[in-house]
């Protein structure tokens, strides 16, 4: 059974950081292209960044220089570090892990953990 377990959300002030991490289970990790997303109360869920099994990243616009994904595949564990937040950045963030095969998809969501950015 896949399993993605995040942690590390919590409330910090605006221009502070936090780290969340999200280790996976039951699946080969390496092999696996992972993200973060984020739904903000009354908006739809949106890409905040990505890892391909290869190591490349891709990040939105409203995070750049700000927000860095990286993977440890010895541990199956994705990290985002998220620096100088501000409180737009407030929001769920889920782990997202997904591969794409001949034959099908493969897309696994965690639960979810709250980052509160206010002062």
């Known amino acids: 059974q896949v399993q993605l377990v995040e942690s590390g959300g919590g409330l910090v002030q605006p221009g502070g950081s936090l780290t969340l991490s999200c280790i996976a289970s039951?699946?080969?990790?390496?092999?696996?292209?992972m993200g973060w997303y984020r739904q903000a109360p009354g908006k739809q869920r949106e890409l905040v960044a990505a890892i391909t099994s290869g190591g490349s990243t891709n990040s939105a616009d409203s995070v750049k220089g700000r927000f860095i994904i990286s993977r440890d595949n010895a541990k199956n564990t994705v990290v985002l570090q998220m620096n100088s937040l501000k409180s737009e950045d407030t929001a769920a963030y889920y782990c997202?892990?997904?591969?794409?095969?001949?034959?099908?998809?493969?897309?696994?969501w965690g639960q979810g953990t709250q980052v509160i950015v206010s002062s």
């Open positions: 997202n892990a997904r591969f794409d095969s001949s034959f099908r998809t493969n897309n696994y």
């Open positions: 039951g699946l080969s990790f390496s092999i696996f292209d």
